[in-house]
């Protein structure tokens, strides 16, 4: 079994930061990609960054050059370094792990979720 915990998401006013971080445990044998994904009520979930096992990363247009996104695969963690926040950001934020188990087999697991609020 594996688990997903997420920290980092709060209120913020426009301009600001935030860092968002999400920690694996439980039965892992590798980890590939790492993502974030966020939600706004009503609407899909939308892939916000991804990052590869290798360290590639690719970020949605809207989050370029303001979002980082990293990993410390010691401590199987991802995060997502957010700045210039935007109204627009508000979100609830979702972490996504590919785990593979020692069979080959990649299995998706998913955080609980932290809402980002960006408001003055």
């Given at each position: 079994q594996v688990q997903l915990v997420e920290s980092g998401g709060g209120l913020v006013q426009p301009g600001g930061s935030l860092r968002l971080s999400c920690a694996a445990s439980g039965s892992i044998y590798s980890i590939n990609n790492m993502a974030w994904y966020?939600?706004?009520p009503?609407?899909?979930?939308?892939?916000?960054?991804?990052?590869?096992?290798?360290?590639?990363?690719?970020?949605?247009?809207?989050?370029?050059?303001?979002?980082?996104?990293?990993?410390?695969?010691?401590?199987?963690?991802?995060?997502?370094?957010m700045s210039s926040l935007k109204p627009e950001d508000t979100a609830v934020y979702y972490c996504n792990v590919i785990i593979q188990a020692?069979?080959?087999?990649?299995?998706?697991?998913?955080?609980?979720?932290?809402?980002?609020?960006?408001?003055?």
């Open positions: 966020r939600q706004i009503g609407k899909q979930r939308e892939l916000v960054a991804v990052i590869t096992s290798g360290g590639s990363t690719n970020y949605a247009d809207s989050v370029k050059d303001r979002f980082t996104i990293s990993r410390d695969n010691a401590k199987k963690t991802v995060y997502l370094q020692r069979t080959g087999s990649r299995y998706a697991y998913w955080g609980q979720g932290t809402q980002v609020t960006v408001s003055s």
